[in-house]
T-cell receptor, first 112, second 112 residues
């Protein structure tokens, strides 16, 4: 079993839809959670960074962490064609380790 | 991506050839990482460095060597390239172990 599981998609939604992207994990020691967006032929770009459980909002993006369920989510409101990309979740135990574990990514396509 | 520059961007090698990939950063971050990204497998850590003059093995280090002689540069070497090393290679940096990583735009390496 992988430490981090992420549905590869592809996920196709109409413009303006609310998108929900999710990752599950098995390591209860993870404390730091990240979401990256990766456009084709580009490097991952940090979207959201959260510590422990709770919600964090930044514009159209909301990151949610539920440590009791070992489940994290990224919500995109009012999705735009420019949001079409692959979204990667990543996690870290934090202090004392330099290891980050990544999901395999979910491909999202927002249709105009 | 600003701050992390990878060279070359693209390269084709023949089996058995050697080459060096360069990652250069201008953010004065301590930690630098080399990943490879393959379809369906996500980002896998090859080697990393927690400071000038230090290196450590990651998840998939076999066939690769690294050096960090200067703080701003992290080199990844392939001594004898194999077709299994065909991949996209990403360099990432971070200031501390629990901070999110920032990535370069990758080197696409094809080994025939």
């Amino acid at each position: 079993q992988k430490e981090v599981e992420q549905d590869p998609g592809p996920l196709s939604v109409p413009e303006g839809a609310i998108v929900s992207l999710n990752c599950t994990y098995s390591n209860s020691a993870f404390q730091y959670f990240m979401w990256y967006r990766q456009y084709s032929r580009k490097g991952p770009e940090l979207l959201m960074y959260t510590y422990s459980s709770g919600n964090k909002e930044d514009g159209r993006f909301t990151a949610q962490v539920d440590k009791s369920s070992k489940y994290i989510s990224l919500f995109i409101r009012d999705s735009q064609p420019s949001d079409s990309a692959t979204y990667l979740c990543a996690m870290s135990e934090g202090s004392g380790t330099y290891k980050y574990i990544f999901g395999t990514g979910t491909r999202l396509k927002v249709l105009a | 991506n600003a701050g992390v520059t990878q060279t070359p961007k693209f390269r084709v090698l023949k089996t058995g050839q050697s080459m060096t990939l360069l990652c250069a950063q201008d953010m004065n971050h301590e930690y630098m990482y080399w990943y490879r990204q393959d379809p369906g497998m996500g980002l896998r850590l090859i080697h990393y460095s927690v400071g000038e003059g230090t290196t450590a093995k990651g998840e998939v280090p076999d066939g690769y060597n690294v050096s960090r002689l200067k703080k701003q540069n992290f080199l990844l070497g392939l001594e004898s390239a194999a077709p299994s090393q065909t991949s996209v290679y990403f360099c990432a940096i971070t200031d501390r172990g629990n901070q999110p990583q920032h990535f370069g735009d990758g080197t696409r390496l094809s080994i025939l």
